[in-house]
């Protein structure tokens, strides 16, 4: 799976043939990545390298958050395309709906996952709810 992530930054391509170990564009959003599906894959990498093992799945979607972060817009949102070659947020819509909600989910899922070490806690904070409470009183919230 991790031939997904063989693009200029490291962001992943939408689709792979695991018999040909090739990631390819989609025909309808080429050179497009949906934010929904780099959230989910954070979780899913994160958890499979514990499983495994292998940092290597949990490298590849931190680098892939690092692309997320370097790229922010001002306002802490994200439209819910990525250019995949350029790593930059494509001009589309900014959704609380489909293609862009999971992203923001996934985001504390992570930091659940990783027993709350702060890993995309603030970033859920700061797009969510920018100028309210500190990620500490958030996490006592959720408890």
Same mark, same amino acid.
């Given at each position: 799976?991790? /031939?997904?992530?063989? $693009? #200029? @930054?490291? %962001?992943?391509? /939408? @689709?792979?043939?695991?018999?040909?170990?090739?990631?390819? =564009?989609?025909?309808?959003?080429?050179?497009?990545?949906?934010?929904? !599906?780099?959230?989910t894959?954070?979780?899913?990498?994160? *958890?499979?390298?514990?499983? $495994?093992? #292998?940092? !290597?799945?949990?490298?590849?979607? !931190?680098?892939?958050?690092?692309?997320?972060?370097?790229?922010?817009? /001002? =306002?802490?949102?994200?439209?819910?395309?990525?250019?995949i +070659? !350029?790593?930059? *947020?494509? $001009?589309?819509?900014?959704?609380?709906?489909?293609?862009?909600?999971?992203?923001?989910?996934?985001? %504390? *899922? @992570? +930091? &659940?996952?990783?027993?709350?070490?702060?890993?995309?806690?603030?970033? *859920?904070?700061?797009? &969510?709810? /920018?100028?309210?409470?500190s990620? $500490?009183?958030?996490?006592? @919230?959720? %408890?």
């Amino acid at each position: 799976m991790l /031939p997904v992530f063989e $693009t #200029n @930054v490291g %962001l992943p391509l /939408p @689709v792979i043939n695991l018999g040909q170990r090739k990631g390819y =564009h989609t025909k309808d959003f080429p050179g497009l990545s949906s934010i929904a !599906e780099v959230g989910t894959l954070q979780l899913e990498f994160k *958890y499979l390298s514990h499983l $495994t093992g #292998n940092d !290597e799945y949990w490298r590849a979607v !931190e680098r892939v958050m690092k692309v997320v972060k370097d790229a922010r817009l /001002p =306002h802490g949102l994200a439209s819910i395309f990525l250019a995949i +070659d !350029e790593g930059q *947020y494509y $001009t589309s819509a900014i959704r609380l709906g489909s293609r862009g909600d999971s992203f923001y989910e996934y985001l %504390l *899922y @992570v +930091d &659940i996952l990783t027993c709350f070490e702060g890993v995309l806690l603030n970033d *859920y904070q700061k797009a &969510i709810h /920018p100028n309210s409470m500190s990620c $500490t009183k958030l996490v006592v @919230v959720l %408890l």
